[in-house]
């Protein structure tokens, strides 16, 4: 079965701090994509980032960056440098076959970053 | 347009009635997924269509919920004799090679 943990509920910073989110996934499959979205209030979401289980490289966006460790099946964010526009709901998500599968997400964290 | 529409996007419903909500996909898209979510959860897929082929329905939680999917293109969920555990947000998302497109949602709360 496929399941993603996310075990923070609610994480609260301060400006300028830098934050992670955690990501753990169980899976069977061999060939797998991971996913983060953010979703801020308006409710929309917003996607950040899609990886393969084949690429193992971190990546790093602006203050954004993953780190992918399949030996402890765990797909991190962290954000650099936080700012109150990252407050969110950020969901990290998993699906077995990229482009034309069903993606199981976990709960969620909400990030609340304060001025 | 140039994002996945829905509508509407709140609906306020009496127990018992049916409700049908409404997604229009970016065009070209081929792939459409409904997920809902409920307050304090993450997504959770409810049906998948993909061109013609016949819609991945695993995910539905009853058979109150039902959808279809028009000319490929236009998509209707419709839920049947609401409950009040029925009360979510009801995304759509369309998809192409690069990926997926979430609408806004419809905010469904039966009372």
């Known amino acids: 079965a496929q399941k993603v943990t996310q075990a923070q509920t609610e994480i609260s910073v301060v400006e300028k701090e830098d934050v992670t989110l955690d990501c753990v996934y169980e899976?069977?499959?061999?060939?797998?994509?991971l996913f983060w979205y953010k979703q801020p209030p308006s409710g929309e979401l917003v996607f950040l980032i899609r990886?393969?289980?084949?690429?193992?490289q971190n990546e790093i966006s602006g203050r954004y960056s993953w780190n992918f460790q399949k030996s402890t099946s765990s797909f991190n964010f962290t954000i650099t440098a936080s700012q109150v526009v990252d407050s969110a709901v950020y969901f990290c998500?998993?699906?077995?076959?990229?482009?034309?599968?069903?993606?199981?997400f976990g709960t969620g964290t909400r990030l609340q970053v304060f001025p | 347009g140039a994002g996945v529409s829905q509508s509407p996007s709140n609906k306020v419903t009496e127990k018992g009635k049916d409700v049908e909500l409404r997604c229009d996909p970016i065009?070209?898209?081929?792939?459409l997924y409904w997920y809902r979510q409920s307050l304090g959860q993450g997504l959770e897929f409810l049906i998948y269509?993909?061109?013609?082929?016949?819609?991945?329905k695993s995910g539905l939680p009853s058979d109150r919920f039902s959808a279809e999917r028009t000319g490929g293109s236009v998509s209707t969920l419709t839920i049947q004799r609401t409950q009040q555990e029925d009360s979510a947000v009801y995304l759509c998302?369309?998809?192409?090679?690069?990926?997926?497109?979430f609408g806004s949602g419809t905010r469904l709360t039966v009372v």
């Open positions: 998500a998993l699906s077995a076959r990229y482009n034309t599968d069903k993606l199981i």
């Open positions: 899976t069977r499959d061999t060939t797998y994509y």
């Open positions: 990886r393969n289980s084949f690429d193992e």
């Open positions: 065009s070209g898209h081929t792939a």
């Open positions: 269509f993909q061109g013609n082929s016949a819609p991945d």
């Open positions: 998302a369309s998809e192409d090679s690069n990926g997926y497109t």
